[in-house]
């Protein structure tokens, strides 16, 4: 079995001690010799992605997991579409990369000012056991390359929520937007009471990525809405990058810092990203 294992590593800067300092920096130097400060390009291309785990392997994802012959297997069943799917499994033991977690990750589909389709099916384990949150999917921010922030070989946090995360807490699935790079704060986009364990759950959801008050996100949950009506469509308008560099994809279970209390599984299938709901819809 072909597997990509990546280690993770977080942005810190060279130069500035954080990035509100590296802003007023930038700012500085460029408003002195009468430069502008540089964005990211809008509106580039991304790349379509299809996981259904079909080929029987892990290509083309990338490993955020202690164990990957423990925490992430190809399973026959349950199956949501086809032959195979993804068994993820996360131990109270499974620290790595400064939290709790067993994730696998897409990169390039999430950029500044583009309008990008995600879907995925989740099964909850009829035996999960753990109330607290649980993040099942997250569209984490990248470094700000054009001021000065790098991946570094030791793992450096802001400390911040994702700027957009799927979250499996009491039972319920809610969409939660963080607030800001230097802060903690989030904010509750929506939630589907009650969910089902035993059965699969088909999400999509409907992003446009900006720092800006045009950004949106909107989703359904087997077919239907389940972000709200604001009279015209369901789409929440917010900003949701930190940084123009865009956002890169994540799936699986991640519990930060607090420990679950037991062992559990959640199952994966369908995995797609695309320009339309119908490309990636199971």
């Known amino acids: 079995m072909f597997m990509k294992p990546i280690v ?13 300092a590296g802003i ?7 408003h002195f010799s009468c430069g502008e400060i540089p964005t990211e390009i809008p509106g580039q291309s991304f790349e ?10 892990f290509n083309n994802f990338y490993f955020l997991v202690p164990d990957t012959s423990f925490n992430t297997k190809i399973v026959t069943s349950p199956v949501r579409k086809g032959t195979y799917a993804l068994k993820n499994t996360l131990r109270p033991e499974d620290f790595i990369f400064n939290g709790i977690r067993a994730e696998l990750s897409v990169y390039k589909v999430a950029k500044y000012k583009t309008e990008v389709f995600y879907g995925f099916s989740v099964f909850i384990d009829t035996a999960y056991g753990d109330d607290r949150y649980n993040l099942l999917c997250q569209w984490q921010d990248l470094p700000y390359y054009i001021q000065g922030e790098v991946w570094e070989p030791i793992p450096v946090l802001h400390g ?11 039972g319920n699935f809610e969409l ?5 790079p230097i ?24 992003i446009f990525w900006s720092d800006e008050t045009d950004g949106y996100v909107e989703g359904w949950m087997d077919g239907t809405p389940f972000t709200a009506f604001n009279g015209v469509d369901n789409r929440i308008y917010q900003p949701n990058l ?6 890169y994809f994540k799936f699986g279970q991640y519990r930060g810092k607090e420990t679950p209390t037991q062992t559990n599984t ?10 339309s709901y119908l490309e990636v819809a199971p």
């Not at 007023?24 to 460029?30: A, E, G, N, V």
């Not at 911040?160 to 009491?170: K, N």
């Not at 802060?183 to 409907?206: M, N, R, Y």
Request: aromatic share 12%; glycine share 8%; hydrophobic share 35%.
């Open 176 to 180: 939660v937007r963080g607030k800001g």
């Open 24 to 30: 007023i920096c930038l700012f500085s130097i460029l």
């Open 266 to 275: 959640v199952y994966f299938d369908e995995v797609k990203i695309g320009s």
């Open 183 to 206: 802060t903690q704060e989030t904010e509750l986009l929506a939630s589907v009471p009650s969910i089902s364990k035993g059965v699969w759950h088909d999400l999509v959801f409907h």
């Open 160 to 170: 911040s929520p994702p700027p957009l995360a799927f979250v499996y807490v009491d």
């Open 48 to 57: 379509h992605f299809t996981g259904d785990f079909e080929s029987g392997n």
């Open 242 to 247: 930190y940084v123009r560099s865009g956002n």
């Open 8 to 20: 993770k590593k977080k942005k810190v800067f060279h130069c500035p001690v954080n990035r509100m």
